[in-house]
């Protein structure tokens, strides 16, 4: 008979942070403050609320207090009741969000957030005002280990977000390898996270487990966390980097979520990790740690309690060195997707090297095992773009871009509407960009060779704190949109046989050429053709001179390039 699972280790710490500090702050969030004293009444509030309402093993409770200081004791109370929790962001779209409360069955929304028009029949929703302290807490729940601890809805591929269901046992092996990082106990971590990603229970769990204040940021991260003086954050290398300057003084920098960059790494003097794991996988899955003298730009190994292989195509492992897609097993791994079966047939494979009936998730990473046994993350199976016939791994291009001197984070894209990439870059200097521009025309195929190279503050990202391409690409169709078209026959002239030669169409004849995909060769060979269709001498200095449309047509008008219509 298998037995239940006890989460004794997180409401234990909940309780003894309660005796040791009850007047310690517990959580801090744009709308008020909790103590740990307050955790706990409000938790046993919350749970005898929903156990009057019903909710019990097998039902589901929707938590919206967004990022609101009840947050956490609505999680809590959930799982003291062995319920199922769907962490929702209040922010969403409404279609998104009706969806989740209707695929995930949700009988109670506890939350004042809830969106208009968002809740289905049969579903009922209980504001703060709705829970009481007047009733004894309900008898914690020790909940089966399949039963399911959460729901965590990430983008599909359908275009409707599907459901991944964590059962209670990978809770239970997630904390304790949480338990196992030796986090120091005490002070503020900064959680920076939708509501509605298990990046937020990440936070979550590591500052309670820890006894640390867990501040929720609003709007302005950065701001957030110059306020604050955290002594953990957990950021995105993107939002790390965005906030690099205020984080310099943390004790703990945990980066989770995307590839760290060396020259992001350098930048802290404290204890780094860098944490992989899909929500598949109950959150996280290896772990690189400073304190262990690992190297924090691989994924490190995998956590107590988890195994990972790598294995080829025909699921065999590969050999030390070679890439090899990254297979997760333990009791960690997802139950799979909810209301899927085929997708999760799909993903979720017998796991051949145990007896037991385990299984593993294939995540669709590259990585490969390093000579001192780091797994080094070699991008995404999957993320591949075909450009000009080529396929290109845009993991590649930004590898290339962040080994730059000076390149603080990078991301690539492609141009919309366009065979061709663009490389949006946060540099320290504009001479950054030329320096990007040679590295890549080196290191790359001609055909992938970004075609447009830009400085930007601070790359986008999504709610779940990861780099947007599709904004990258949006603020490209902007940007190029109000370009200036040729007007001169010596710009129209230009723009044609540049457009010959690069890998896109010269619409603006105010943009480099350089940043259009243009390298040295190029150049070349674009003076050399200029030459040919206007009898003109011009020079290769020239071009850099003025590498614009606009500026070579005006050396050619200088010149005396005959009319458009004479160029034969």
Not at 14 to 36: L, M, Q
Not at 96 to 117: C, E, I, K
Not at 431 to 442: N, P, Q, Y
Not at 464 to 474: E, S
Request: proline letters at 8%; charged letters at 20%.
């Amino acid at each position: 008979m298998t037995a239940n699972v006890d989460l004794a280790r997180i409401f234990d710490a909940v309780d003894r942070w309660a005796a040791d500090r009850p007047d310690a702050t517990a959580v801090h969030a744009p709308d008020g403050s909790i103590t740990f004293a307050e955790l706990v009444e409000h938790t046993h509030a919350f749970a005898a609320t929903l156990a009057a309402h019903g909710v019990g093993p097998g039902s589901q409770v929707g938590l919206c207090y967004g990022r609101g200081r009840l947050s956490l004791p609505a999680l809590l109370a959930t799982w003291w009741t062995g319920a199922t929790a769907v962490p929702l962001d209040e922010r969403h779209p409404t279609d998104r969000l009706s969806f989740v409360l209707r695929d995930s069955g949700a009988q109670v929304v506890l939350g004042d957030r809830v969106p208009a028009g968002v809740i289905p029949q049969r579903c009922e929703v209980l504001p703060a005002s709705a829970v009481t302290a007047a009733r004894p807490a309900p008898r914690r729940i020790s909940p089966h280990p399949s039963g399911i601890a959460y729901v965590i809805y990430t983008s599909g591929t359908t275009g409707w977000p599907k459901g991944v269901e964590v059962p209670y046992r990978g809770l239970a092996a997630f904390v304790a390898a949480l338990a196992a990082l030796d986090l120091p106990t005490g002070g503020t971590g900064v959680n920076a996270v939708s509501p509605a990603f298990d990046g937020w229970l990440w936070c979550a769990l590591l500052y309670l487990l820890n006894g640390q204040c867990m501040t929720i940021a609003g709007d302005d991260p950065a701001d957030t966390v110059a306020t604050a003086r955290p002594d953990v954050v957990c950021l995105t290398p993107s939002l790390l980097l965005a906030c690099a300057a205020e984080v310099r003084g943390a004790e703990v920098v945990v980066a989770a979520g995307e590839a760290l960059p060396a020259a992001l790494a350098a930048r802290f003097t404290g204890r780094m990790l860098n944490v992989y794991g899909p929500t598949e996988a109950t959150i996280a899955a290896t772990c690189a740690d400073t304190a262990r003298g690992d190297d924090v730009t691989t994924i490190g190994r995998p956590l107590p309690g988890y195994t990972v292989h790598l294995l080829d195509a025909d699921l065999r492992p590969v050999p030390p060195g070679v890439p090899g897609e990254l297979f997760i097993g333990g009791p960690a791994v997802a139950a799979g997707y909810r209301h899927r079966p085929d997708l999760t047939a799909e993903r979720f494979l017998p796991d051949p090297f145990t007896a037991d009936g385990a299984r593993l998730y294939r995540t669709g990473d590259l990585a490969l095992r390093r000579p001192d046994g780091l797994l080094e993350y070699r991008g995404r199976c999957d993320e591949q773009v075909k450009i000009r016939g080529f396929r290109v791994e845009l993991t590649e291009v930004e590898r290339v871009a962040v080994e730059t001197d000076g390149v603080r984070g990078a991301a690539a894209y492609v141009l919309p509407g366009r065979d061709a990439l663009g490389l949006a870059l946060v540099v320290s200097a504009e001479e950054c960009l030329e320096s990007v521009r040679t590295a890549c025309a080196g290191r790359l195929p001609a055909a992938v060779v970004p075609a447009q190279v830009t400085a930007i503050e601070v790359l986008p990202t999504t709610p779940a704190g990861k780099v947007d391409r599709a904004a990258l690409a949006l603020m490209t169709a902007a940007t190029t949109a109000h370009g200036r078209a040729p007007r001169t026959p010596s710009e129209r002239v230009v723009a044609e046989v540049w457009g010959t030669l690069l890998p896109q169409p010269v619409h603006d004849v105010d943009a480099d050429f350089f940043d259009l995909g243009g390298h040295s060769l190029l150049a070349a060979r674009a003076v050399a053709a200029l030459r040919k269709a206007t009898g003109v001498r011009l020079t290769i200095k020239q071009l850099l001179a003025g590498p614009t449309a606009a500026g070579v047509a005006a050396e050619l008008d200088r010149m005396g390039a005959p009319p458009a219509e004479e160029v034969s």
